[in-house]
C-alpha cells in the first residue's frame, strides 16, 4: 500500500473534524491516491451534500477505485457536478461499472420518492453488510479493511457512556433522520465530466449511451486522449441531435474517429432546430478533409446556428480545401451581414481550428 493511501485516512478524519458543511471542492490531483485512499475518502463523500466538485486526475485508482465512486455517485445524496477522472487508469470495464450506477439512480428516481429511498437504504445495508463479512470480493475487502481500522481508532477515544453521550446521540441520529426525510430522489446532478487520457474505445459505446441518456444536466463532457472510433461517434451525434440534450461542449481531440465519424457529428449541427452544442473538438482524429467531410465542414461554416467553435486541427488538409473553407467563412460572414430573408440569423461568431503541418490556425467571425 502506498504511503499516501494512510495520508487519505487522516485527510477523512480532518474534514470530519472542520465539518463537510465547510468543504464543497476537493481538488485532489497528481496525489499517487490508489483505490484504497480513495476508499478512506469515498466515507466522506457519502451522505454528503456539499461537496460539489472532485478533481482525481493523475491518480490511478482504477477498478477498484471506480467501483466505490459508483457507490458514491448513485446516492441520493451525492451533489457532485464537475468530476475530473483524467488519466485515472479508466478502462472499458470501468466506463460499465461507472454507468451502470448513474443509470440504476436515473432510473430509480422516477419511481415514487418513498419506494426509491427505500430501494436505496436497501442496498446500502446490503453493501455494508457484505463488506463485514469479507464475501464482497476484492473491491469489497479492501473496504472490510478500511473500515476496521476506523472502527478501531473511532473506539478508542471514546469517551464513557454517560446520560449527556446519550443526549448528544439521539440529537445527531434525530438530526440524521431529519435529512433524510427530506432527501429529493434525482438523477445524478453531472454538468461537467472530464474522462481524457483513458483507455475507454468502441466497445464500451453503449454504456457511453447510458451515461449521456441518465445525465441530462450534462453540458461538458471531455473524452480526449482515448481509443474511441466511427461507433462512439455515431452514439454522440444521435444524441446531440436531440434538442433534449444540454451538451455544449465535447472534446474528442487525439482520437481515432475518421472521415465517417466526423461526418456523422458534423451533420446534426446544421440541422433545425439546432443542437445546444458550441464547441466541437475533432483534432487528431485521422480525418482527410476531402469529399464528404469537407462538404460537412463547409455546412458546418455556412449554416450552424450555435456553434462557436470546430476544432479540426491535426488532420491532414490541403491548401485547396483550406483555401474552399476560408472561402465558405467569407460567404457565410456577407450572407449574415447582408440580412433580409435570405439571411441565416446567428447570435454567435465561429472560430475554425485548420492547424495541420501545411497550413495555419483559421480564426474568422461570421
Known sequence: MYFFDFLYFFIFKIIIFLGTQLIDTLVLRD?????????SLSLT?????????????????????????ASVLKSFTCNIQYLDLDSTGMDDRCFVVLAQALS?????????????LAAAKEEDVAAAAAAADGDGGASTKVEGTKAEEITTSSTTTMEPETTETKKKGKKKKKKKEDEESIIIPTPCRLKELHLGHNMISDA???????VMDSLPQLTHLDLSWNRLKAGTAAILAQRISDTRCSLKVLNLQFNRVGNMGASLLLQPLCRTPAPSLELLDLSFNGVVLEGDVLVDVIEVVSRS???????????ELLDEEFQTIKNALVESTKRRGGGGSGGIESSTSLVVGLESSAVAIVSMDH
Open 104 to 116: 440504476q439512480r436515473f432510473t430509480r428516481s422516477r419511481l415514487p420518492p418513498a419506494v426509491a
Open 204 to 210: 464500451s459505446n453503449q454504456a457511453l449511451d447510458v
Open 305 to 315: 446556428k450555435k456553434l462557436k467553435s470546430l476544432q479540426m486541427n491535426g488532420n
Open 45 to 69: 463523500l457519502k451522505g454528503n451534500t456539499n461537496i460539489t466538485s472532485l478533481d482525481l486526475r493523475r491518480n490511478k485508482i482504477g477498478l477498484k477505485g471506480i467501483s466505490t465512486l
Open 31 to 39: 496525489n499517487g491516491m490508489t483505490a484504497n485512499g480513495f476508499f
